[in-house]
């Protein structure tokens, strides 16, 4: 039962460019999404989020937009740099929504983000 | 690096035996929770922690695996009599905050092996 999808294994991007990830869900429970950013051997390190009440979230060369009727976001990245290149995963959480899920994260399988130069 | 720490960073066991885990949260956190990562597949939760309570261990297997968060001292996931399955990197994050809309600070993981 996978709750998030990331139906893009890989993706290949210029230098310069938009890079697009994409994420869906199927828990309408979820109100919190977050990406994440993975070099090999490290851990996760935290991107950018955005909560339900929102449709878009920026930060610099990332922007977080959010579907909530199509349950689906997706991550923009302008312009896209080399040092960019990584695992990128989308995360999913019932933030506040509280019940049992205790603001546990929900991962997507993730996207390999390769930028050329 | 006032980040998570996990050691060690790689821990090779034989199977049948014990594997221990360790991750000291950020300074101040008090919330942590530990995930799983196989193979080509992305974090899975495990369980969520607070000082001293195990508060959700529903994605915890329920056999071998225990965690801990003892009022002193670093969080423990343990693992008796290990099986080659459990090969995975094992990553802890910890939280200034349990459910909330705050991100979890992650640890570089500790990459377990079974041989």
């Known amino acids: 039962d996978q709750q998030v999808k990331q139906n893009s294994p890989s993706l290949s991007v210029q230098e310069g460019r938009i890079s697009i990830l994409n994420c869906d869900y199927t828990?309408?429970?979820?109100?919190?999404f977050l990406w994440y950013k993975k070099y090999p051997a490290e851990g996760p390190t935290f991107l950018i989020s955005?909560?339900?009440?929102?449709d878009k979230n920026e930060d610099g060369r990332f922007t977080v937009f959010l579907n909530k009727s199509a349950k689906h976001l997706s991550l923009h990245i302008v312009p896209s740099q080399p040092g960019d290149s990584a695992v990128y995963f989308c995360?999913?959480?019932?933030?506040?929504?509280?019940?049992?899920?205790?603001?546990?994260?929900?991962f997507g399988q993730g996207t390999i983000l390769t930028v050329h130069p | 690096n006032a980040g998570v720490m996990q050691n060690p960073r790689h821990l090779v066991r034989r199977r049948g035996q014990e594997a221990r885990l360790r991750c000291s949260p950020v300074?101040?956190?008090?919330?942590v929770y530990w995930y799983r990562q196989l193979p080509e597949e992305g974090l899975k939760f495990m369980v969520y922690?607070?000082?001293?309570?195990?508060?959700?261990e529903s994605g915890m297997p329920k056999e071998r695996f225990s965690a801990e968060f003892p009022k002193e001292g670093p969080s423990i996931l343990r693992i008796q009599q290990v099986v080659r399955g459990d090969s995975a990197a094992y990553f802890c994050?910890?939280?200034?905050?349990?459910?909330?809309?705050?991100?979890?600070?992650f640890g570089p993981g500790t990459r377990l092996t079974v041989l």
């Open positions: 994050a910890s939280s200034p905050f349990g459910p909330s809309y705050n991100e979890q600070f």
């Open positions: 828990n309408s429970m979820f109100d919190y």
């Open positions: 955005i909560s339900s009440i929102k």
């Open positions: 995360a999913a959480s019932e933030g506040l929504a509280g019940g049992t899920s205790y603001g546990k994260l929900t």
């Open positions: 300074k101040g956190h008090s919330h």
């Open positions: 922690l607070q000082k001293e309570n195990i508060i959700d």
